[in-house]
């Protein structure tokens, strides 16, 4: 299911709700999810490229794991 159709499924069953309780914990939701604060952080150039060169860097000095250790770690 795309997220357009999400959407209106969403709408509908919340245009149905009648419990003011249900309604005020979506309102909560609604607001953390839409507040500034969760929104990403806009990284500047010099950022970027300061963390690029920290990861080479780090890849050089062996500071990484390899694809099969992260596995493992999560199985």
Do not use: Y
Not at 17 to 25: M, Q, R, T, V
Not at 35 to 44: A, F, H, Q
Not at 55 to 71: A, I, M, R, V, Y
């Amino acid at each position: 299911m795309d997220i357009a159709s999400r959407k209106i499924e969403f709408v509908q069953k919340f245009l149905k709700l009648e419990d003011s309780d249900s309604l005020s914990k979506l309102e909560i939701l609604l607001k953390e999810e839409t507040s500034v604060d969760n929104m990403p952080k806009r990284l500047t150039k010099e950022d970027l490229n300061k963390r690029i060169d920290q990861s080479e860097s780090d890849f050089k000095n062996g500071k990484h794991k390899t694809t099969k250790e992260l596995l493992a770690k999560f199985q």
